[in-house]
């Protein structure tokens, strides 16, 4: 079974802060997504890193995928009360995803 | 387009009932799963499904079964409902995307159906 850890599990931040949140495993993916979880809603999907040093950006969110396939991270700059969520990383492919604990991220005004 | 479609969003039940939670896709997706979502444990497949007539085991399959008679409807039957399975359930679906080393699959997911069994 492939694990995927994030870290922080729960973070608290001012507006207009920058924050990193990260996803490791031991295993190695052909792909990696984030998502983002509002209360009461399903995931919603961010984006799909799928190359080894890959790096995309959304706006003010900034997606790596580690050299190894092993670990993504997502940064964000400039937080805004918007930005709070549940972020999950998924890896996997098909219906069959495995999913991270998920961080929790509070941006305060 | 409504997407995925899960009812109900609430449900309460009694140790030993049974229920069907209901989920049906209008995006003619090949793919469809059911996760279940627990504090500090992030989704965890339950059971899943490649095509109509086609289902699996997840990780967590114990206690629910699924069938897939058509693309659109995958329902997830809680068979005698047990207090570990109160929970926040979704139903997704998925589709190929992409060419080639760049070929992945994107999903979609429901709005939940939270259970509690009592």
């Known amino acids: 079974t492939q694990l995927l850890e994030q870290s922080p599990q729960f973070l608290s931040i001012q507006e207009g802060e920058n924050l990193t949140v990260y996803c490791n495993s031991s295993?190695?993916?052909?792909?990696l997504q984030w998502y983002r979880q509002e209360p009461g809603e399903g995931p919603v999907l961010l984006v799909t890193?799928?190359?080894?040093?890959e790096v995309k950006k959304l706006k003010r969110l900034t997606f790596q995928f580690g050299d190894a396939r092993k670990d993504s991270s997502l940064h964000i700059t400039a937080a805004q009360p918007g930005d709070t969520g549940l972020y999950l990383c998924?890896?996997?492919?098909?219906?069959?995803?495995?999913f991270g604990e998920g961080t929790q991220l509070t941006v305060n005004p | 387009n409504a997407g995925v479609t899960q009812t109900p969003k609430f449900q309460v039940l009694k140790t030993g009932q049974s229920m069907t939670l209901q989920c049906a896709q209008d995006?003619?997706?090949?793919?469809m799963s059911w996760y279940r979502q627990d504090p500090g444990m992030g989704l965890r497949l339950i059971h899943y499904s490649v095509g109509a007539g086609i289902t699996d085991q997840g990780e967590v399959p114990n206690g629910y079964n699924v069938s897939r008679s058509t693309t659109e409807d995958f329902p997830l039957r809680l068979l005698s409902a047990a207090p570990s399975q109160t929970s926040v359930y979704f139903c997704a679906s998925s589709y190929w995307t992409g060419t080639g080393s760049s070929l992945v699959t994107e999903a979609f997911f429901g709005q939940g159906t939270r259970l509690t069994v009592v």
């Open positions: 998924a890896g996997g492919v098909g219906s069959r995803l495995t």
């Open positions: 295993s190695v993916f052909s792909s």
């Open positions: 995006m003619n997706h090949e793919y």
């Open positions: 890193v799928v190359t080894g040093g």
